[in-house]
C-alpha cells in the first residue's frame, strides 16, 4: 500500500531513491514519483505513470536530477485514480497542473495511509484560500502543515505535530520544507516507517531492505511520533514536540535476502526458501528436542489456563489460521474460531481474560489485522502476534509475540511466510497439547520429529516441480477451478485456490468438498478443472466421490494426495502425490505443488507473477 523513501546526505539523492523505491515496488505500482532539493534551491519534483521503470527512464535513472536531498514515492491508489495529477509527492503551492517540475512550495510531502477525515479538512482549507489539483487525501495533508506552519509561525516539527491532532486515520509521512533545505521531516501513524544513518547520511523508508544497501543502523519511529532527519542525524519528537530517545536496532539479516538470486521471479526463489524458512522457525520454538516458547512470554500456567482460542487475520494468514483450528482442536482439544479481521474488528464478540486472540500476520502492519488485535486488547483478552517482520507494528502491540523467521518476503503472493506461520502454529498446537497433559512425552517427541523432517520433504516436491510445470501449461486457458477439500484439506484449498487466481487472474474458488452440491456445482461444465485435496485419510473417499460427482458433470480432475493411494489414478486425470508425514501436518506438505501450479500458470500466461494487478503486499488500509 505505497512505499515512501527518503535520503539526505552528500551525495546525488534521485538514484539513491530511485534504488530504494526499485526494493518498495511490490508496494504499489500504478505510480511513481520523486521530489529532490539541491541546497536551497526550490525542489525538483518528478512524477510517472505505471511502474518505476517509467520514472527511472525519464530521469535518466535519477542522474537528470540534481540534489543531496530528496523523498520518493510509488503508489496504489486509495484516493484518486492512477495520474500524473495523483500521484506523489504533493506540494502545499497553489499551482495549476500536477504539482510536478520546479514548485516553489513550502511544503512538499510523500504519504503512505489514508486520512479518514480529509473530506472535512479540505472544506477548512479551501475556507482559508487554498486550491486543490488532485484528488488525493496526501495533498490535503501537505497543505494543512503548511497552513499551521505559516499561520503561527512555528517551526516543522510543530506544524506537524498540530497537523497530527487533526487529521484521523493512518500515515507514513515525510516531508520537505523550503526554509530547511538539507532535512526531512517525517510522522508516523499505523502505517511502517523505518529510518537509518550512516555516517554522513540518513534514510527513510516503508521497508527496511530499501535502505540495507546503505546502512545496517536503523530506528522504528513509533506512532504518533515525528523524526527530524539530516545527515548523518536523527532526532525524534513525540505529540507535544519534546524529545524522545529512540534505540537504535542493528539488522543482521543479509541484503542478498531481498534480491532475486538467479531466480526469474521472488516467488519462485521464495518457494524454494520454505526448507529454510521452516527450519529457521522451528530452530527457535524448539531447542534439543524441547518445545521453547520462553521469547514470547507464554509461560506453560498461561498456556494451561486458555479455554478458547480466536485466529484473526487477512487473506493466506487467515488460511493458516483455518488449518491451524483443525491441528489445535485436535492435538489440544480447545475450541478454536477463525476469524477475518476486517469482520472481527466490527463485531461486538465477547472475549475473557481466557480467551486468546491469535494475530497472525507477515508484514504486521495489516490495518484490519492491527485493528482486530486493538479491539482483542480493549475487550480484555490476552493477545499472540505470529509475525515475520521484526519491529513491526503489530509486533510490537501485542501482549506476546512469536516472530517467523521466513526473512524479507518480496513477492506480492506469499509463499514461506504461509510455511513459517503454519510451522509456528504447528508448533503451538503440539505445546498446548502437551502442557494440558493430552499428549505423553513419547508423542510429543513423534509430533517433532515429524515437524522436524517437513523441510527434506518439501525438497523432494521441489525436485519434481518440472510435472507442475507441464501441467499448468496444459491449464493456462481454462476459465474457472475448483479446489476441494474436507476438514485440513479445505484449508489447503483455500490457500491453494487464492495462489491461483492472485497471480493467474483465472477465476478459482474453494469449496469445503461437502458444500459443492449446495448450489455452486451448476457452475461445473464440460472440461472446468476441479482440484481435489485427499491427503486426510478419514476424509479420502468422502472427496473422492464429490470429485466423481463433478466429472460426472464433465469436469476435468485432478488428485493432490499422499505417496501410496495410487487408487485415485483410476477416477482423476492427473495425480500429484506429496510424502507421507503425520496428517496434521499435511498443510505444510500439499500446499507446495498448489504455489507451483499458480506461479507456472501465471508464467505461462506470461503475467507479472511477483506484482500481480491491483495487489500490494503490506495492504495498510482498511
Ligand atoms: C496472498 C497474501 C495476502 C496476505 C494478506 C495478509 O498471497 O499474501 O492474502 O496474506 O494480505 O497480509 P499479512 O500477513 O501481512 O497480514
Known sequence: MCGIVGYTGHVQAAPILLDGLARLEYRGYDSAGLAVRNGSSPAEVVKAIGKLYHLADKTDQGRALPGTCGIGHTRWATHGDPSMVNAHPHVSGNCSGSGSGTVESDVVGVHNGIIENFTELKEKLLRHGYSFYSETDTEVVVKLVDYYYKKYKIGPVDAITRTMV??????????????????????????PLVIGTSEDASFLASDVPAILKFTRSVYYIDNLQVGRIS???????DLNGDEVQLPVTEITWDTAAAEKDGYEHFMLKEIHEQPKAIRETLGSLVREGKITLEETGLTEEMLRGISRIDIVACGSAWHVGMASQYVIEDLARIPVRVELASEYRYRSVPLAPDTLVIVISQSGETADSLAALRVAKERGAKTLAVVNVIGSTIAREADH???TLAGPEIAVATTKAYSAQLIAMDVLAVQLAAVRGIITEEQTAGYLAALEAIPDQIGRILEEKERLQWFSSKIANTHDIFF??????????????????????????????????HGTISLVEQNTLVIGVLTQGNLFEKTLSNMLECKSRGAYLMGLTTNGNFSVEDSVNFTVYVPKTDEHFLASLAIVPLQLLGYYTSVNRGLDVDKPRNLAKSVTVE
Open 231 to 237: 545527515p548523518g542525524s536523527v532526532k525524534f519528537y
Open 484 to 517: 476441494i477439500g474436507r476438514g485440513l484439506d479445505y484449508a489447503i484449498s483455500l490457500e491453494g485456490s487464492l495462489k491461483m487466481k492472485e497471480i493467474s487472474y483465472i477465476h478459482s474458488e474453494a469449496y469445503a468438498a461437502g458444500e459443492l452440491k
Open 166 to 191: 487533526r487529521v484521523r486515520g493512518s500515515y507514513a509521512l515525510a516531508l520537505m520544507f523550503k526554509d530547511y533545505p538539507e532535512e526531512i521531516f517525517v510522522a508516523r501513524k499505523d502505517s
Open 401 to 403: 509475540t512469536l516472530y
